[in-house]
Structure formats: C-alpha cells, structure tokens
Nanobody
C-alpha cells in the first residue's frame, strides 16, 4: 500500500515536500512514480525513481524545480517541489511498480500496479 501526504496551500514561489510511504515490501524494490492531475486535464507524469538502481527521471515540466528522493530506512519516497506556480495546482499521486521500469515506460500509468490516494496541492498567485 502507498500513502501520499504533504499537500496543502502554498503561495507562488513557495515549496512543498510530498511523501509517499510504502507498507509491506521495501520501497527500494519498486519503481515509484509521481503523477498529477489538474481539474479537467489528463493525468501527467512528473518523475520517478527506478527500483533498486535508484536512478531518477523527470518530465521536462519538472526538471530544475522538482526533485525525487528516497529514504530506505523510512520506506518513503519524496517529491520536493520548489518555485511552485499556480499551474502546479493539482492532485498529486504516487504509484509503484514492483520492478525496475525503463525510462521510456516510467511515464505510462498502466505500468504501475499500486497507487496512493492522492494529495491536493494548491498554489495561489
């Protein structure tokens, strides 16, 4: 199971850190991806961290502002978001696949077996 948390209301230019806590299997054995969905829009891949090799990959919209990290001791993956913009407003989801996904397929939501419940991020202008 995955539990996403850390969302909230923040002003433009601010920062938030989202957490995705995994229960059961060690999170380092998963590829964990972060997605978001804004009202009226399709779900969008933000980035992810690839299983045991721990390498990260990001969508172009996230590069330079968002950072994904993992704490194996806490069995948690984080999404650090800086310089937030109103267009970052969305429900953010973490998802996990029990294997190392290749970079090209990390952005495909169908590749993930488990999903967190989502956490709402609202960025005010």
């Amino acid at each position: 199971q995955l539990q996403a948390s850390g969302g909230g209301l923040v002003q433009a230019g601010g920062s938030l850190r989202l957490s995705c806590a995994a229960s059961g299997r060690a999170v380092r054995s998963y590829t964990v991806g972060w997605f978001r969905q804004a009202p009226g829009k399709e779900r969008e891949f933000i980035g992810g961290i690839r299983g045991s090799i721990g390498m990260t990959s990001y969508a172009d919209s996230a590069k330079g502002r968002f950072t994904i990290s993992r704490d194996n001791a806490k069995n948690t993956v984080y999404l650090q978001m800086n310089s937030l913009k109103p267009e970052d407003t969305a429900v953010y989801y973490c998802a996990a696949a029990p294997r190392v996904l290749i970079v090209q397929t990390m952005r495909w939501s169908d590749e993930y077996d488990y999903w967190g419940q989502g956490t709402l991020v609202t960025v005010s202008s």
